[in-house]
């Protein structure tokens, strides 16, 4: 009996009467079994409930005291949501009072002058066995896998210690698992449970001692907030050791967001930063660690603005399309063939705003489908303007985003403007960035078949850039390569880079399909590029984007070098 006891760290509890001789005797009574704090009033017990919220098994009320008392401490503690988890027994002398104390909320009581100690240790010991066994049925406070707090639960302590201690200072950290869904989806969902189960073991070690806590939620998302530490990176090297040693084969990786404390922000905002510097680290193999600094906040605040300016540049026309030709280098002297479609955002206040600052953002948010739907219906518009005034049709190709190929109303959205603009279906041509595919490469399969059976031309963006397989790429439904533009970069001096180019060529040799090559600056570029059998060339060695009424001078060109002039 007593060697059990001891095992356990022993339990917690407050006894609060302004008398010191109550105390003393309740003290007695319970030491030998309970750790035990001490308040006289109603105000230092309010405190120390607070400060040992987590910890505290139960509190022994007395009612009548100064300055505060315990109907008011009971009231309080009961009409919070953190803290009425805490039963509390209230010590009275009055019959009434008990009754006014139970149906505030009291667990139950002790009548004063003290009982024999005996029964007042049961009636202690039944309480916290009830209220613990409460918890266990409700369970809303841990993940059964980890033992961590559940994200509900952590937050409201997250914002208790934040609005009570607030001289903790404490750090946001969010830990997440790369790729956890393939990590079940190759090792098994024992595996990542596993996985999960041993971090949350050494989070706990890593704030065993200290004021942090920790949470999970979302499955591999970790939340924890903690004293600064002096070393992140090491903290990050820590917990991915313990991950290294579950297995040798099977690789998980872990990445790591921080936002250092910051003055008058409450832990959500904090734990919202500390997520989207984790987000930057995503697929990111070397980085893993992020943390967040005032440069990550104007970026925010960029964005922000940037979201929340959308609806009025499309509707106050600060959105233009520029067109980039691209040329046939097989042919001598190269020939304008069809051009592509590139966004651009003439912002009153920030400038020409770059769609690298901006594309991604609104993929992110779903917004895309505005912008890409403006982009499609000026390119219809603009092939439709040059056939008319220079009698030939200049292809386009305009970009479509992932979100944009899942959209149902797709098809009909794009026949319906080739048709209102008099066109073929293969003048609009799509492009599709090669990461879109490997995604979800079945669905994705399908839907670009759908719309080449309508007769659109298909070209794979960025070709190069993500992880297709040879077997996937020949079930692909293509009929352009687009060679990622990093090929380019460096061809003039290095041979391996220029072997790369050349298996590129070969593959789309195998698939019958033409290669573009974007990026092309320069005349070596071209040439080496054109000797090896390089179709098309897009790229500031030709031109850069141009607006139309740029542009329109390369189709006059155009026409007089085929009249020979
Ligand atoms: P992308 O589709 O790969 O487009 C090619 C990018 O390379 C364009 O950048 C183009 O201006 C740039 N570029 C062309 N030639 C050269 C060159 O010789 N050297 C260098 N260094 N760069 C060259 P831009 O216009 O800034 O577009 C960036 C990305 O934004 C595009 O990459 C595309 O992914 C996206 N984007 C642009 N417009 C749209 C759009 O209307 N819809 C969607 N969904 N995405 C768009
Ligand atoms: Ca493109
Ligand atoms: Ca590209």
């Known amino acids: ?88 027994i209230v010590l009275t002398a009055e019959r009434s009072a008990e009754l006014k104390a139970l149906q505030m909320g009291a667990a139950d009581f002790i009548t004063k002058p003290f009982d024999m100690h005996e029964v007042i240790l049961a009636r202690v010991s039944r309480i916290i066995e009830l209220s613990e066994g409460r918890q266990l049925i409700s369970a809303a406070e841990h993940d059964p896998l980890t033992n961590l707090y559940t994200r509900n639960f952590f937050f409201e302590y997250a914002n208790r210690i934040h609005r009570y201690h607030s001289v903790w200072r404490m750090d ?15 090792n098994g969902r024992e595996f990542g449970d596993n996985a999960l189960r041993v971090l949350g073991e050494e989070i706990k070690v890593f704030l065993a001692g200290t004021k942090g806590i920790a949470s999970r939620f979302d499955a591999d998302r970790f939340d924890i907030y903690c004293a600064p530490q002096p070393d992140y990176r090491a903290l990050l090297d820590r917990f991915q050791e313990r991950m290294n040693d579950l297995s040798r084969n099977a690789s998980i990786r872990l990445r790591m967001g921080v936002a250092p404390w910051r003055e008058g922000l409450e832990p959500m905002q904090l734990f919202d930063r500390a997520s989207a510097a984790c987000n ?63 966004i651009r955002w003439q912002h009153p206040e920030l400038g020409m705003v770059s769609p690298g600052a901006f594309i991604p953002l609104f993929e992110g948010n779903g917004q895309i489908s505005v912008v890409d739907n403006f982009v499609w219906s000026e390119a219809a518009r603009q092939i439709a303007r040059w056939k008319e005034q220079f009698g030939v049709t200049v292809p386009v190709s305009v970009n479509l985003s992932r979100v944009d190929v899942f959209d149902p109303a797709l098809e009909e959205t794009l026949t319906g403007l080739v048709a209102e603009n008099g066109l073929e279906r293969s003048s609009l041509k799509l492009e599709v960035t090669e990461s879109a595919y490997t995604e979800n490469a079945g669905k994705m399969i399908e839907r670009i078949s759908r ?115």
Request: some cysteine; hydrophobic content about 40%; aromatic content about 8%.
């Open 280 to 342: 930057m680290v995503r697929g990111d193999y070397k980085t893993r660690l992020m943390v967040y600094d005032e440069d990550m906040l104007e970026r925010e605040m960029l964005n922000q603005r940037l979201l929340n300016d959308l609806r009025r540049a499309v509707e106050e026309r600060e959105l233009r399309v520029f067109y980039q030709p691209k040329y046939n280098v097989q042919c001598d002297p190269p020939k304008l063939t069809s051009a592509e479609a590139l």
């Open 172 to 186: 946001a950290v969010v830990l997440n698992i790369e790729q956890f869904h393939s990590v079940n989806a190759l």
């Open 451 to 565: 719309l080449r059976e309508l007769g659109f031309m298909i070209e794979m963006d960025d070709f190069g850039s993500g992880y297709s397989s040879l077997n996937m790429l020949s079930a692909m439904p293509i009929d352009v390569l687009k060679m990622d533009m990093r090929f380019i970069k460096n061809i003039e001096r290095d041979e391996r880079d220029f072997w790369l180019v050349e298996v590129v060529l070969d593959i789309a040799r195998h698939l019958k399909v033409p290669v573009v090559a974007e990026g092309v600056e320069t005349g070596e570029q071209v040439e080496k590029l054109r000797r090896a059998g390089c179709e098309l060339i897009q790229g500031y060695y030709f031109s850069r984007p141009l607006p139309p009424e740029e542009f329109e001078k390369l189709i006059i060109k155009e026409k007089e070098i085929e009249r020979g002039e």
């Open 1 to 88: 009996m007593i060697i059990s006891k001891q095992l356990r760290k022993p339990q917690l509890v407050l006894i609060v009467d302004d008398q010191e001789i109550n105390r003393d005797v309740l003290g007695m009574i319970l030491e030998d079994d309970y750790e035990i704090l001490y308040a006289s009033n109603g105000r230092e017990a309010l405190e120390l409930i607070r400060e040992y919220s987590d910890r505290l098994s139960v509190v022994l009320l007395d009612l009548i005291m100064p300055e505060m008392d315990g109907f008011e401490v009971l009231s309080r503690v009961r009409a919070d949501e953190f803290l009425r988890r805490i039963p509390m």
